[in-house]
């Protein structure tokens, strides 16, 4: 009965705690999900976890961060078709450094929406969740990845991170401050202060989905 009580009581605290934050849970979820939309992710995918595997995946990193295919665009929307126009010649070029350094392994580029958790980018921290990135397979790209911003453009040739790694200091900070608000810039800055309520708009989100 004592068990029942409690949880009863818990389960109550709960609601009243989720009722008085209603209102800062949807204005903050509603900039997360406005922030997500508008960021495009670079995601390489190395062939295996080999030196010579992971060696390729930085090389083939260096080679489309220096090709210009990704500068230029003025908004989420042009970089995003910019990525779809010339997915040919991005597979291309990183095939070309392959066959250079006598790898044979062959290259899929594909523009699609992609589930991140939370990746540390020097001093910013881009949040979990749903976001358009362009993913560029080696292989059988069962490596450890390599993981930037595309856009807005926070990519530079010298960052590096993985899936069990923050990325090393490797954001344009002037960037950061070009394409994101203040608003924003709260959220990527101070992650801790956002993670309960980011948790439960997401929460509520999948419960409306399904």
Known sequence: MKRTTSAVM??????????????SIIRDGRRLDGLRGRVLRLH?????????????KLLVRDELLRSGYFSGASDFSEAEAIVQERLGDIEDTAEDVLRENGCTDCVTAELETTDF???????????????????IKIGKAEGHNWWCVMY???????????????????????AEEEYF???????????????????IWDKIKSLIDD
Do not use: W
Not at 10 to 23: E, Q, V
Not at 118 to 131: A, L
């Open 117 to 135: 958790t939370d990746r540390v980018y020097g001093d910013i921290t881009m949040p979990s969740g749903e976001y358009k990135a362009l993913r």
């Open 44 to 56: 390489i995918l190395a062939n295996s976890d080999s030196e010579e595997d992971q060696r390729l």
């Open 181 to 199: 608000d203040d608003e924003e810039l709260d959220i990527l800055k101070k992650p801790k202060k956002y993670k309960v309520r980011f948790a």
């Open 10 to 23: 818990a389960a109550g605290l709960i609601l009243t705690i989720l009722i008085s934050n209603a209102g």
């Open 152 to 174: 807005p453009p926070l990519c530079i040739p010298a960052a590096c991170g993985s899936e069990d790694e923050e990325a090393d200091v490797a954001e344009d900070e002037s």
